[in-house]
């Protein structure tokens, strides 16, 4: 779609997004079944908000769309690390979603 080897959801922050919502629902202690929902929701979020960072004089292109998303996942991705910090004590969890596990 954008013709760009580097546009994957890693890079354009929709990854990071996902994981922020999820890591809040934990750190707020929302119900586990609403876990999937959540993520799927700051994903979609992300997405928009990238698409809105990257639209400029009624286009977009590649270039300036990977970009916006290396800034959104940078700040999506401090902003998890903060909730990891100071959120809750269930780091173990956390880390275990963000980085995948098979166990």
């Known amino acids: 779609m954008l013709r760009n080897s580097?546009?994957?959801?890693?890079?354009l922050g929709i990854s990071a997004g996902a994981g922020l919502v999820a890591i809040a629902c934990i750190t707020f202690s929302v119900s586990s079944v609403y876990l999937p929902l959540g993520a799927w929701l700051g994903a979609m979020g992300t997405a928009a908000i990238v698409y809105i960072l990257g639209y400029r004089a009624g286009t977009i292109?590649?270039?300036r769309l990977v970009l916006a998303g290396i800034a959104v996942s940078s700040?999506?991705?401090?902003?998890?690390?903060?909730?990891?910090?100071?959120g809750c004590n269930?780091?173990?969890?956390?880390?275990?979603?963000?980085?995948?596990?098979?166990?």
């Open 6 to 11: 580097l546009a994957d959801p890693f890079v």
């Open 61 to 63: 292109t590649a270039e």
């Open 75 to 86: 700040l999506f991705g401090a902003m998890q690390t903060m909730m990891l910090l100071f």
């Open 90 to 103: 269930c780091g173990y969890f956390d880390r275990r979603l963000l980085n995948g596990s098979l166990g």
